[in-house]
């Protein structure tokens, strides 16, 4: 059983602390392309104000990172990720997850960052261990690291701690410490693979068990083809607290899994004298009378 560690990012004037002791920090998904029609059509046109938007909604909601993507085909991402980033930072002075899969725009993201960013990520591939570590390391920030490698995802959580494995160790290589690594799972759909869901919650509790790592996830892949989706990412996303998911990516405005977050760090013991659920209740008194 490996001692548990912190993992501290910033902005310019914000320190959050991601630790197994502490509330859940919830990372914001919803300045991205990839996953958004609207938010694509909307970057593709020059058309800012649903960042300006979905920034302050997804702080106001609970997010204490946002992630920031820009991967528009056929752009120049390195150019438009610092343009989304610089809107985003004159909103909002949260730290920000940095979401691409491309160097260069990783690159020029963290020239213009001030403080130490989450790099949203590197995974088991060669190709992207050499070209993404050594950025992180440059520029100081912690770094997401994905359980796949050259040979896709494996299906195994043995197989998926033995990535995280090689991922924390070529980091270490290079001066970044296990606790500026946090472990991506990868939570696939169950509706494709019934095995989806347990599979990343065992990887969670094997990876904490050996290495004690902060774990991120795209918590609400899972319910991905399905109806109702909100009951199953909230009864996930508290499964997954459980086994020790640290910084969810996901949608805060989506109050059944905000919720269950809330409910699960205060089942952890993670909620003193029940403040934060105390709160959440009365915000949610607040925006039903509003209506
Ligand atoms: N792990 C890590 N990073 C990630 C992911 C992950 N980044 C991207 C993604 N997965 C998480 N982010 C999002 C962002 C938006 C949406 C989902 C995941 C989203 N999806 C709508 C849906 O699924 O219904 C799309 C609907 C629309 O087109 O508007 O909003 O796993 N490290």
Redesign the pocket.
């Known amino acids: 059983m490996a001692k548990t560690l912190s993992t501290i990012v910033s902005s310019a004037s914000q320190t959050v602390e991601i630790s197994h002791s502490r509330p859940t920090v919830i990372i914001g998904?919803?300045i991205?392309p990839?996953?958004?029609?609207?938010v694509l059509a909307a970057l593709e046109a020059g058309n800012f104000d649903i960042i300006r938007e979905d920034t302050a909604s997804q702080v106001a909601a609970g997010a204490a990172i946002l992630?920031v993507?820009a991967g528009v085909p056929g752009a120049d991402e390195p150019a438009l990720l610092q343009q989304v980033m610089r809107i985003v930072m004159e909103v909002t002075q949260v730290p920000l997850c940095i979401?691409t899969a491309n160097p260069a725009a990783l690159e020029a993201a963290l020239s213009i960052y001030e403080g130490k960013a989450l790099v949203?990520?590197v995974n088991g591939e060669e190709r992207s261990l050499g070209a993404v570590l050594p950025l992180v390391k440059e520029h100081g920030g912690a770094v997401?690291g994905?359980c796949m490698d050259d040979g896709g995802i494996p299906d195994t959580p043995e197989k998926r701690l033995a990535v995280a494995g090689k991922i924390i160790e070529r980091a270490g290589k290079l001066g970044i410490g296990p606790e500026d690594v946090v472990i991506?799972p990868?939570?696939l759909t169950m509706g494709a693979d019934s095995t989806a869901g347990r599979v990343a919650l065992e990887t969670i509790e094997l990876v904490v068990r050996e290495f004690g790592v902060n774990i991120?996830?795209?918590a609400?892949?899972i319910s991905?083809g399905l109806p109702d989706r909100k009951y199953i990412n909230a009864a996930f996303i508290a499964m997954a607290i459980h086994a020790g998911l640290t910084c969810p990516?996901t949608?805060p405005l989506v109050t059944e899994v905000a919720t269950a977050v809330l409910a699960a760090d205060l089942a952890m013991g993670r909620d003193d004298y029940s403040m934060r659920w105390l709160q959440g209740y009365r915000q949610r008194q607040k925006a039903a009378q509003a209506d």
């Open positions: 998904e919803r991205n990839t996953g958004r029609k609207k992630d993507n979401d949203n990520s997401i994905l991506d990868l939570a991120t996830m795209g609400s892949n991905f990516i949608n």
